[in-house]
Nanobody, 119 residues
Framework: QVQLVESGGGLVQPGGSLRLSCAAS????????MGWYRQAPGKQRELVAD???????NYADSVKGRFTISRDNAKNSVYLQMNSLKPEDTAVYYC?????????????WGQGTQVTVSS
C-alpha cells in the first residue's frame, strides 16, 4: 500500500505561478512513475506530466514550456512548478504513483488539490 500526501494549490491570477508537492510513503517500488493528473468540471481526468524513476519527464502539450515536473527519489516526492497559469488550467490536480508488475500498471492517487486561475 502507498499513501500520497499533496500540498500546494490555491487561487492565483492569470500569469501567476503555483507549486504542487506530493510525498509518497509505504511500500515504494524502486522503479516507479510519479506524476500529476488534473480533472476540470465536466471533463475527464488527464495527464499533466509524469516522471519515471531513472527516466525523463513527460508533459501534456498544453503545459509544455509552462510547467516543470521534478522529483526527489530520496524523499519519494514529486513536484510540479506551474508558471504562466491560464484560466483553462483550473482543475483539481491529483498526484499519481504507479509501478508495473509485468504489463500490469498498479497505481495510487492522492486526495487532489484545487488549482483555480482567475482574476
Amino acid at each position: 500500500q502507498v499513501q500520497l500526501v499533496e500540498s500546494g494549490g490555491g487561487l492565483v491570477q492569470p500569469g501567476g505561478s503555483l507549486r504542487l508537492s506530493c510525498a509518497a510513503s509505504g511500500r515504494i517500488a524502486s522503479i516507479n512513475v510519479m506524476g500529476w493528473y488534473r480533472q476540470a468540471p465536466g471533463k475527464q481526468r488527464e495527464l499533466v506530466a509524469d516522471f519515471a524513476s531513472g527516466g525523463s519527464a513527460n508533459y501534456a502539450d498544453s503545459v509544455k514550456g509552462r510547467f516543470t515536473i521534478s522529483r526527489d527519489n530520496a524523499k519519494n516526492s514529486v513536484y510540479l512548478q506551474m508558471n504562466s497559469l491560464k484560466p483553462e488550467d483550473t482543475a483539481v490536480y491529483y498526484c499519481n504513483y504507479a509501478y508495473y508488475s509485468g504489463y500490469t500498471r498498479n497505481q495510487y492517487w492522492g486526495q487532489g488539490t484545487q488549482v483555480t486561475v482567475s482574476s
